[in-house]
């Protein structure tokens, strides 16, 4: 009913820079956070960054300054730049939404929502 749906990923060289966009759609009655989060070979996932429906960003230290969340709540995405790359941002990232959906037979129910995942790969 409700798909979260990422792309921009892909290949840059280090100190390089990306635009990832994520686009939810379905039956979604409203979105609160929306967020990225990372997962690198071999290691848990870990929030990159956040934002609120009011526009409030947060950050892992290890981005901030590099990394810019924005969202266009008209259009339901939420986009990730992220300049300045270093081999250390290489992972799978993973597009999150807490949203409150509209399903058949049960209502309005909120719950956190995850895209497929993009891959960034930083190398040279």
């Known amino acids: 009913q409700v798909q979260l749906v990422e792309s921009g990923g892909g290949l840059v060289q280090p100190g390089g820079s990306l635009r990832l966009s994520c686009a939810a759609s379905?039956?979604?009655?409203?979105?609160?956070?929306m967020g990225w989060y990372r997962q690198a070979p071999g290691k848990q996932r870990e929030l990159v960054a956040s934002i609120t429906r009011g526009g409030r960003t947060t950050y892992a230290d290890s981005v901030k300054g590099r990394f810019t969340v924005s969202r266009d709540n008209a259009k339901l995405t939420v986009y990730l730049q992220m300049n300045s790359l270093k081999p250390e941002d290489t992972a799978a990232y993973y597009c999150n939404a807490n949203l409150v959906a509209r399903l058949p037979a049960l209502g309005d129910i909120p719950g956190d929502y995850w895209g497929q995942g993009t891959q960034v790969t930083v190398s040279s």
């Open positions: 379905g039956s979604i009655v409203s979105i609160n956070d």
